[in-house]
């Protein structure tokens, strides 16, 4: 289903973003931070108050992760997607804030496929049940907020080609939409 891999530094830039299409494989490379549900709590009431988000949003990626502890010899524990419809409340404001790419498991709800064209964002897939692999794309991890989060807290990580999909595009296309047109279309129209 992939159609090409784009290896994208961070933050990203417009025309990272709008040169990409539903079901490009991406790897990245630079620094991203991780949230999960509370983290996006808090973050979503930082923002609804006028206050600053624990790191500047301007062309970032949130992955939804919270990791397990790190190994003897490790940075980190298994890193693998969390379902980002967890975090579909707090999605938009976050991609308005400047947000340029999340990173989890699952489709998304329409008002955050709408936020994500609006500010020509992406929604990117990893690999759920892959978390021992796609942590060895994680070189250096750091709490940057909220460490009373264990798990949840956000951390900036720091990571080199960590691959995924795109799933939502700036353009308004859907990954999983596009997989079930083409399935029924194969199947003879059939679900």
Partial sequence: MA????ELRTPLRDED????????GVVLTGCIYSARDAAHRRMAAA????????????????????PSPAGPGHV????????????????????????????GKGPR???????????????????????ALLARSIRDVEIIAYPELGPEAVRRLTVQRLPVIVVNDAHGEDLYEKARREHRASSGGGA
């Fill in 109 to 131: 709800s329409p008002a955050v496929r709408e936020a994500i064209v609006e500010c020509r964002a992406l929604y990117l897939a990893a690999v759920g049940g892959a978390g």
């Fill in 17 to 24: 973003v709008l040169a990409l299409h539903a079901g490009d």
């Fill in 47 to 66: 923002l609804d108050a006028g206050e600053q988000l624990p790191f500047d949003p301007t062309g970032q990626v949130i992955y939804y992760m919270g």
């Fill in 76 to 103: 980190i524990g298994a890193a693998g997607p969390t379902t980002s419809y967890r975090m579909d409340a707090f999605a938009p404001a976050l991609y308005r804030a400047g947000v340029r790419a999340t990173i």
């Fill in 3 to 6: 159609t090409e891999e784009r």
